[in-house]
């Protein structure tokens, strides 16, 4: 294995994977940390999914460890720790201390930080991180329920939670090429800085970074960082052809499973339900007791066929509003989630092999509630939204989406794309 990966979050781990693959890397996504030992395919890239956004930093900074003790047992040289294009994060962690205990483990004393997306909007320019053109203090990530972005100025955020001192590759020397970053990096290597901010505004200043970094044995950053280290290991003669992904037959009974209350997807429910069979879960209900959970799951094994069929809680905003003042967000969400968790259980049990998942904690619960550990990345359906094989038993797909994504025919153009 050549690149190991850790991000801190599901979806953005998915996205890494996604990107990597696009380029020609092989890689597979790991759901949590695999077990020590377990035979495992031989793909050139892994990415470690794990949830240690918003844990205390002795946690993230335990499994991430262990994440990366995984990664070296399997041979990886370079290292990359992803994150949020935002730079989600507190002054008590954990960007700074899990890129300071991941750089002590490697033995290494320095390592940048890149966040920037520029196909998002999200740019550095003089360490402060701007979302579009307004910088991030100025957007609703500083009222964010976890991690409040008050402060654009990365370096600034970054030292408040790291040990060692901070520091800026400048633009001014990004746009010069990957010699001037070195040139850079050695200057702060020299006086002891640890961890420096790198600005990047566009792909290119992306690619100078990755190019300048490549003898590094750890970068941290979003998942644009990472998008030009397949092109380095291709130049080297180290990459092979991704081998075909195993699917599940084109026919295999198919199943679209929608939690998500955005405005897209609640288009994407309307289209679907205009042509294929489906089935209203109402959160009332569910909070009643198990009935709701098993009529669903009744009719969705007498509909079942080759023809998609849907299941869905999505509802409008003021609808969702009447259930959330009825049952309480929380209580409401929970049930929901638990209830299409047991229903994809239900249906991959009943041969189900092709699966559509909308909403991004319903994905994770779903997901969960499958025990799926291992995921590989297949055609991309919309942009960032890529189907993915579970590699655990028969070949699961599964198309996992975030709320916002894709056009109003999703669902069905998915199981297209598949075919
Ligand atoms: P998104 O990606 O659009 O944010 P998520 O799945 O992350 O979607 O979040 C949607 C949340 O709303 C989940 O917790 C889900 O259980 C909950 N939910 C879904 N349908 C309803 C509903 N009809 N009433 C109340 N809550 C709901």
Redo the contacts with the bound molecule.
Sequence with gaps: MLLGCIADDFTGATDLANKLTRQGLHCVQYNGIPAAGGSEPDAEGAVIALKTRSIPAEEAVAQSLAALEWLRARGCRKLVFKYCSTFDSTDAGNIGPVAEALLAALESDFTIACPAAPENGRTVYQGHLFVGDRLLSETGMRHHPLNPMTDSDLVRVLQRQSRGRVGLIPQAAVARGPEAVAARVDELRAGGTALAIADALCEADLETLARATETLPLITGGSGLAVGLPAILRDRGELSPIPPLPRPPGDAPAAVLS????EA?NRQVAEMRRHHPSHRLD?AALAEGDAAVEAALAWALDTLGEEPVLIY???DPE??AR??RD?G?ER??????RA?GRIAAGLVEAGVRRLVV??????GAVVTALGIRRLAIGPEIAPGVPWTVSLDDEPLALALK???FGGPDFFTRAFEVLS
């Design positions: 939690g998500s209350c955005s997807t959160p809680s999505t509802a609808t969702l259930v959330q049952l967000p409401a969400g929970r049930l929901v989630e299409l909308a909403g991004g904690e319903t994905s975030s709320g916002n």
